[in-house]
């Protein structure tokens, strides 16, 4: 449902770069606006391929879909698939119109992507391929994979903080909006854990102590840093040129009670 009013139900999409990139940087707010009665989209741009010491391809892949599947209905969320392997997440020309076309699909109000700086370069690309996915949303040259036809409507961007909270230089990275999440913190916690297949991944290959308890730690990082919040998650509005006529801010207008504007 498309609207000028910021309390109508607002479509979200949350455009994520790997199976519990979402999970880590994104849910809490989802869980908040789904609560408002917002309906929520979930995807992953790449499949999970190269999370595993042990697997397979085909078997890892399916692993991490079923999770993703299972974290996107713990959260209430529409399941979106994926689109490619991990490390093939390129800013090139097909990749982004198969983005663009489920970006027409959806026709969001909102859109979360990945932050514009990260440790990894899949992360970054996947926020580049979103940014361009939601420009060229009203393009009626512009042709999509497969074909849909172009939505002139407003959008609203935001960027979420990179995993680590720093740049791949290790600056560390400030948002403009912290949302208090310590009343969803549980439910976030449960949808992060739907993906098990990476707790000894991610254990073996980052040197992480406990899977959860990063996440936590992450949110507490976030919610120290807003001067207000116990735990809370950071977003930075995109630009609105292009994408909106006027630099509106859904999120702070439905969430007003749990956000910090700096």
Known sequence: MRSGDALT????????????????????????????????HYMNIANGSCGTTALSRKEITGIRRQEAMTAAKILGADFHGSLCNDIEVYYEDKLIRKVAAVVREIRPDIMF????????????????????????????????????PPFPAD???????????????????????????????????????????????????????????????????VGKMSGKFELAEGFTRHSHLGFSAGEDDPLTDLLKENVLAV
């Open 113 to 148: 992507v990945p932050s514009p700086v990260d440790y990894m370069e899949d992360h970054v690309n996947t926020g580049r391929i979103g940014v361009t996915a939601a420009f060229v949303r009203g393009m009626r040259n512009y042709d999509t994979i497969p074909k849909r």
């Open 9 to 40: 139900m607002k479509t979200v999409f949350a455009l994520g770069c790997h199976p519990d990139d979402i999970e880590f940087t994104m849910a809490g707010v989802l869980f908040l606006l789904k609560a408002k009665g917002c309906r929520i």
């Open 155 to 221: 959008v609203v961007l935001y960027h979420a903080l990179p995993y680590g909270l720093k740049d791949g230089l290790g600056n560390t990275v400030r948002p403009k909006i912290f949302v208090d999440i310590a009343v969803v913190m549980e439910k976030k916690s449960e949808m992060l854990a739907a993906h098990k297949s990476q707790k000894e991944w991610l254990d073996k290959s980052q040197g992480l102590d406990s899977y959860v308890s990063t996440m936590k730690d992450m949110a507490g990082a």
